[in-house]
C-alpha cells in the first residue's frame, strides 16, 4: 500500500532536504543578473544566468547592505547566499546575503573602496581644493604624447592663446607602469613650476583609464601645489583622480579651455578697462565745464552792467506802457467827442429852424426867451432858416404852460 | 612656495584687474574731486600698462620633459 501525500507535505520535506544541506547553506554562484526588479517592499528580485541556465534570486531588504551597487540587468556577480525551498511555489531559489562584481565589477569595488577611503581622508573636501588662476602663463600637461587627448589639449590652449607656454609630460597612461608614470610627470611638473597642470587622458574601459584610480596617482594629485585639472575619459568617467583634483573637467578639450584664458576676450577686457577709464574721466570734465559754464552764467546775470541794462529795459518798457496808456486815454476822448458832436447836432437849433421853428431875438441880438424880455413897441427879430425878418412888438401877455 | 613669491613681487593679472575694477567704481561715485579723479584715471592708466607688460607676447612652441628632466621642443 502505497501512501498518498499533500502537496504541503512534500514540499516541507524536500525544504528539510536542503535546510539540512550544508553546503547549499552557504553557497557562492556566478552569473548575470536578469529580470531585476527592485521591489518597493525593499527586497530586490533577480534572476541570475549563465550559458546553460537559470536560477532565481532574492535579496530581503534586511539583507540590502551586502550589496554595494546598483544591481542592473547585465552585470556579471558573485551571490553569497543559501539556497532554500519556497513552499508555496514549490520552487528553489537563492537567499542572497552579498552581491559582488566580477571581473570589472571586481575592480568597480576596489574603486569604490579606495573612493570611501580617500573621502573619509578628507582629500575630496573643497578646502583643499586650489583656485585656478585665471591668467597662466605655464600650463603642464601630464598625458600620453600621441593621441587625441594631448592634441585636443594642445590645439584649444593654443587657439586661445598662442603665448602660453606648453610643457608636455610624455606619461604611460595605461597599464601596469601608468600609475608611477603619472605620479613622476607631476613630479617633474613640481620641479617645472607651472601656474597650472592638466592630468589625463583619453576615453576607454574601466581597465584602460585604471591608473587614474591609483592611491598613488591620487595621493600625487592631492600633494601637488600647482592647481591640478583632471581630464580623464568622457564625460561619463568619473576616477578617484578627478575627486582629488582642484578641478575635474569632462573630457580633455574642456580641461584645456579652463587651463587657459582666451587671448581675444583679455585683450577686449583690457580695451574696455582702458574706454572705460577714458570715458569716466572724460565725463567728469564733461560735467565740471558744464557746471562752470552754469556759473558763469548766473555771474554774468548778476553783473553791473547787466543790471543797467535791465533797468534800461524796464524804462523803455514803462515808456512804451506809458504811451500806450495816453494813446488810448486819448482815443477814448476823440471817440467821445465824436458823440457828443453827432448828440449836439441833433441838438442843434438851426436844425429846428430847418423844421419850421423860429427864434426871436431883440434889437440887440439877444435871444427872447420870456415876454418879460419886450415891451410893446420894441423892435425885434425872427431868425428863420434863409435869413431874418423884423417886427415890432404890438402885445404881449403872458401864457402859462 | 616658489609660485607665492614670485606673485608678491610682480601683481598679477588678476590683482591689476581688481584694482582697476576699484578705480573705475571710484570713479563712477559722485564724492569724488576732479583732482582725485585725474589721480585715478593715472592710477589705473598705469595698472592696465603693467598688464600689459605682465602678459607675454611671445609665442611658445610646447616644449616636452625627456627622460633626463630636461626641456625638448615637441
Redesign the interface.
Known amino acids: 500500500m502505497r501512501n498518498v501525500y499533500t502537496v504541503a507535505q512534500v514540499n516541507a520535506y524536500i525544504k528539510n532536504m536542503f535546510t539540512q544541506d550544508y553546503m547549499l547553506q552557504s553557497v557562492m554562484v556566478r552569473g548575470e543578473v536578469s529580470n531585476c526588479k527592485y521591489h518597493s517592499s525593499g527586497h530586490i528580485y533577480f534572476t541570475l544566468k549563465d550559458a546553460k541556465g537559470t536560477i532565481a534570486c532574492v535579496m530581503f531588504a534586511s539583507n540590502r547592505k551586502g550589496l554595494g551597487f546598483q544591481l542592473a540587468e547585465g552585470q556579471q556577480v558573485v551571490v553569497d547566499g543559501s539556497i532554500d525551498v519556497y513552499e508555496r511555489d514549490g520552487k528553489y531559489q537563492l537567499y542572497a546575503r552579498e552581491i559582488t562584481r566580477d571581473g570589472a565589477g571586481a575592480l568597480y569595488e576596489r574603486y569604490e573602496r579606495l573612493k570611501r577611503e580617500l573621502e573619509e581622508r578628507g582629500m575630496f573636501a573643497p578646502e583643499y581644493k586650489r583656485p585656478i588662476p585665471k591668467y597662466s602663463k605655464t600650463l603642464g600637461v601630464v598625458t600620453a604624447a600621441t593621441g587625441a587627448a594631448v592634441r585636443d589639449i594642445i590645439n584649444i590652449a593654443r587657439r586661445r592663446n598662442p603665448y602660453v607656454q606648453i610643457i608636455l609630460y610624455p606619461a604611460i597612461v595605461q597599464g601596469e607602469a601608468a600609475a608611477p608614470s603619472i605620479v613622476n610627470g607631476i613630479r617633474a611638473m613640481e620641479r617645472i613650476g607651472v601656474d597650472v597642470l592638466i592630468v589625463g587622458r583619453g576615453g576607454g574601459s574601466i581597465e584602460d583609464l585604471w591608473a587614474f584610480n591609483e592611491e598613488i596617482v591620487a595621493q600625487a594629485v592631492f600633494d601637488c601645489p600647482i592647481p591640478v585639472i583632471s581630464a580623464v575619459g568622457h564625460e561619463t568617467d568619473f576616477t578617484i583622480t578627478d575627486f582629488v583634483a582642484d578641478l575635474r573637467a569632462p573630457t580633455p578639450s574642456a580641461a584645456a579651455e579652463l587651463a587657459v584664458c582666451d587671448w581675444k576676450q583679455l585683450q577686449e577686457k583690457m580695451a574696455g578697462y582702458a574706454s572705460d577709464l577714458q570715458g569716466l574721466c572724460l565725463h567728469r570734465i564733461e560735467r565740471q565745464r558744464g557746471r562752470a559754464e552754469q556759473l558763469a552764467t548766473r555771474l554774468r546775470y548778476l553783473s553791473p552792467v547787466n543790471v543797467i541794462r535791465t533797468k534800461k529795459t524796464q524804462a523803455l518798457l514803462l515808456e512804451e506802457h506809458l504811451q500806450n496808456a495816453m494813446e488810448k486815454c486819448l482815443d477814448t476822448s476823440r471817440h467821445r467827442l465824436a458823440l457828443y458832436v453827432e448828440k449836439l447836432k441833433g441838438l442843434s437849433p438851426l436844425d429846428k429852424l430847418n423844421q419850421g421853428y423860429a427864434y426871436a431875438a431883440d434889437s440887440t441880438g439877444a435871444t427872447l426867451t420870456s415876454v418879460d424880455q419886450v415891451s410893446v413897441g420894441d423892435s425885434f427879430s425872427v431868425c428863420l432858416r434863409d435869413g431874418r425878418i423884423s417886427g415890432k412888438v404890438t402885445g404881449r401877455e403872458h401864457q402859462n404852460r | 612656495?616658489?609660485?607665492t613669491t614670485q606673485q608678491d613681487e610682480e601683481l598679477?593679472?588678476?590683482q591689476a584687474?581688481e584694482q582697476?575694477e576699484e578705480?573705475?567704481s571710484h570713479?563712477?561715485s559722485e564724492e569724488?574731486t576732479?583732482e582725485q579723479?585725474?589721480q585715478e584715471?593715472n592710477k589705473?592708466?598705469q595698472l592696465?600698462k603693467r598688464?600689459?607688460e605682465t602678459?607675454?607676447?611671445?609665442?611658445?612652441k610646447?616644449?616636452?620633459?625627456n627622460e633626463n628632466?630636461g626641456?625638448n621642443e615637441?
Open positions: 612656495m616658489k609660485k598679477s593679472l588678476e584687474f582697476i578705480v573705475i570713479l563712477e569724488i576732479l579723479s585725474f584715471y589705473g592708466m592696465l598688464c600689459n602678459i607675454d607676447k611671445v609665442e611658445k610646447v616644449l616636452f620633459i628632466g626641456l615637441f
